[in-house]
T-cell receptor, first 116, second 114 residues
Framework: EPEVTQTPSHQVTQMGQEVILRCVPI?????FYWYRQILGQKVEFLVSFYNNEISEKSEIFDDQFSVERPDGSNFTLKIRSTKLEDSAMYFC??????????????FGPGTRLTVL | AQSVTQLDSHVSVSEGTPVLLRCNYSSSYSPSLFWYVQHPNKGLQLLLK??????LVKGINGFEAEFKKSETSFHLTKPSAHMSDAAEYFCVVSDPTGRRALTFGSGTRLQVQP
């Protein structure tokens, strides 16, 4: 069964460093998402991406964040200068655009980012 | 606009007894609703979903949920808890198509006592 994959599973970085989190969505999906979950808190939406542009973003997704689909398979989240409060689990999701009225988002296993 | 309220942050049951995890939602359109489960240090697993078909939805591992529009509720139930059900459960609301951002509840931690 197709699934969303994410690499790395765990990333440790120093405050102020740039990190890139990678996701490979399900191959025929066209909508892509990033969510994050700070330890012990709920999952929060960051950004959605469709047709090579951001379609929706939350207040969390400020100028320190960017997303890109550099090729036909990867979807990346970049944090330019990490802060301690960026430590969280980051989930990627993708969604198809079939003929059903509802097409669900499928989640990857997550990348745990630890900022020291 | 949409929001989700999970009424209990922690629920503790004994193995073999029923489980009830409560969720109320608010939405300006006819929503789709989900329950996800997250085991410690694991990702999100979809338990079940309501997308405007039958109001009683059956999911994996014996869980089910009933969509009650008049009460704006989508409570999760299971007749008999198992030790392996101990986890965090998230109620999630979506727009009718699934295209827009999902909104997660704050989660309910289910403990199962032997």
């Amino acid at each position: 069964e197709p699934e969303v994959t994410q690499t790395p599973s765990h990333q440790v970085t120093q405050m102020g460093q740039e990190v890139i989190l990678r996701c490979v969505p399900i191959s025929n999906h066209l909508y892509f998402y990033w969510y994050r979950q700070i330890l012990g808190q709920k999952v929060e939406f960051l950004v959605s991406f469709y047709n090579n542009e951001i379609s929706e973003k939350s207040e969390i997704f400020d100028d320190q964040f960017s997303v890109e689909r550099p090729d036909g398979s990867n979807f990346t989240l970049k944090i330019r200068s990490t802060k301690l409060e960026d430590s969280a689990m980051y989930f990627c999701a993708s969604r198809g655009s079939g003929t059903a009225m509802y097409n669900e988002q499928f989640f990857g296993p997550g990348t745990r980012l630890t900022v020291l | 606009a949409q929001s989700v309220t999970q009424l209990d942050s922690h629920v503790s049951v004994s193995e073999g007894t029923p489980v009830l995890l409560r969720c109320n939602y608010s939405s300006s359109y006819s929503p789709s609703l989900f329950w996800y489960v997250q085991h410690p240090n694991k990702g999100l697993q979809l338990l079940l979903k309501y997308t405007s078909a039958a109001t009683l939805v059956k999911g994996i591992n014996g869980f089910e949920a009933e969509f009650k529009k008049s009460e704006t509720s989508f409570h999760l139930t299971k007749p008999s808890a198992h030790m392996s059900d101990a986890a965090e459960y998230f109620c999630v609301v979506s727009d009718p198509t699934g295209r827009r951002a999902l909104t997660f509840g704050s989660g309910t931690r289910l403990q199962v006592q032997p």
